[in-house]
């Protein structure tokens, strides 16, 4: 099942947002000047400032799709590509090393960055999801059970090796077939690319 985010915000949680900031001041107070407090509330723009950070989060939320799906994570992984039925480019020992993740259920969630990333810049954008990259065994079995996801939503995710070297699997469709890759790789991803995670 596959959902995307795109639905307005409601008065409801505009009212939730007004009142987790008004807590957190409340807890907060005792370490306010009062008459500093003044000056601050006389600034022209303390709304627009406020509410950039605020905007920061929705927008890396922004733009998702959630995936779930049950995995078998009693599959070798070699089982588990062969599961997807796609062509495979692989390096055999990074296959060995896929990691298998836990839990009969994942929620898989996808994000898309629409511009270009490093591997290491891409760390930076799942903490700022609140997500941590998703185990091979999940995101290959969103591929399983929707073959054409890959097909309009090329999907990888990544993780270090045993020693410390980056290693990817990657989903997609070129020339009329589809692939998966699994290999080691030190540069970055290209805006097309969505990004599979779990939430930490």
């Avoid at 969103?142 to 995710?157: L, M, Q, R």
Wanted: hydrophobic residues 35%; contains cysteine.
């Amino acid at each position: 099942m596959a959902k995307t985010m795109t639905a307005s915000m409601t008065d409801g949680q505009i009212e939730n947002v007004v009142d987790k900031f008004r807590a957190v001041v409340r807890k907060h107070r005792g370490e306010f000047n009062s008459e500093a407090v003044q000056q601050v509330l006389g600034l022209e723009n303390l709304g627009m400032e406020l509410l950039a950070p605020f905007r920061k989060h929705v927008e890396a939320m922004s733009n998702v799709i959630v995936h779930c799906v049950k995995v078998d994570r009693t599959r070798t992984p070699q089982q588990v590509l062969d599961a997807t039925g796609r062509e495979q480019y692989t390096a055999r020992d990074v296959v060995a090393g896929m990691p298998r993740g836990e839990g009969e259920e994942a929620e898989v969630v996808f994000f898309n960055l629409g511009r270009y990333v490093s591997d290491e810049g891409l760390r930076d954008e799942y903490t700022a999801r609140g997500l941590k990259p998703a185990d091979t065994y999940s995101l290959a079995k969103v591929n399983e059970d929707d073959a054409s996801f890959a097909d309009t939503h090329p999907n990888s995710t990544h993780w270090r090796d045993a020693n410390g070297k980056r290693c990817f699997a990657a989903f997609h469709r070129r020339y009329g077939w589809r692939y998966v890759r699994v290999y080691r790789r030190d540069d970055g991803w290209h805006g097309d690319w969505w990004f599979a995670g779990l939430r930490k």
